[in-house]
């Protein structure tokens, strides 16, 4: 009797096979080492069949997609950690010159908050509107592309813009 949380080689390589297309063409990149890769990518399919969604297999997910939006792959720390480590911290994503092999992938700091400190800020904050927004807005200058962050993307998703032809908006 197979466990429903079975994942198949096949089911492995048609998504890492994906999510390295989409990755490259959103001006990201996927880990070189295909092997750690695909391990991390079993874990997107394993979250998946348990929770209904890819929760990042580094991180323990509590099942509510509500509570786990944020580690959702990917997970709303990706970019800020690429800016700073050039890898995310599962080591998913990796930066430009992490894939150009100038920099080592090294372990980095847990950015998400703890279950107390996400509820005690969703408490002080229910529903705030944009005139408290926690982090700037970035403009894309070429086509409009607008984002919340704390820096601007490496790559425009709609028009493939560098980080350069950001401009912050608000």
């Known amino acids: 009797m197979s466990d429903k949380t079975e994942v198949t080689g096949k089911e492995i390589e048609k998504l890492y096979e994906r999510l390295n297309r989409e990755a490259e063409a959103s001006g990201y990149h996927l880990n070189p080492d295909v092997e750690h890769t695909k ?3 079993k874990g997107l399919l394993t979250n998946e069949k ?3 969604y890819w929760a990042c297999p580094c991180r323990l997910a509590s099942g509510v997609r509500e509570e786990d939006l944020d580690i959702i792959c990917p997970c709303d720390y990706r970019d800020p950690d690429l800016n700073d480590y050039g890898n995310c911290y599962c080591s998913l994503y990796v930066s ?5 092999g100038k920099k080592k992938i090294e372990s980095i700091p847990e950015r998400r908050p703890s279950a107390e400190e996400r509820k005690k800020a969703e408490s002080k904050s229910p529903g705030k509107g944009t005139s408290s927004l926690s982090q700037p807005v ?8 607008l984002c919340a962050r704390e820096g601007p993307p490496e790559l425009c998703p709609i028009c493939k813009a560098k980080k350069e032809r950001f401009e912050r908006f608000m």
């Open 39 to 41: 391990e991390l990518v």
């Open 50 to 52: 348990r929770y209904g």
């Open 96 to 100: 430009r010159t992490v894939l150009d």
């Open 138 to 145: 970035w403009r894309c200058k070429v086509c409009g592309y």
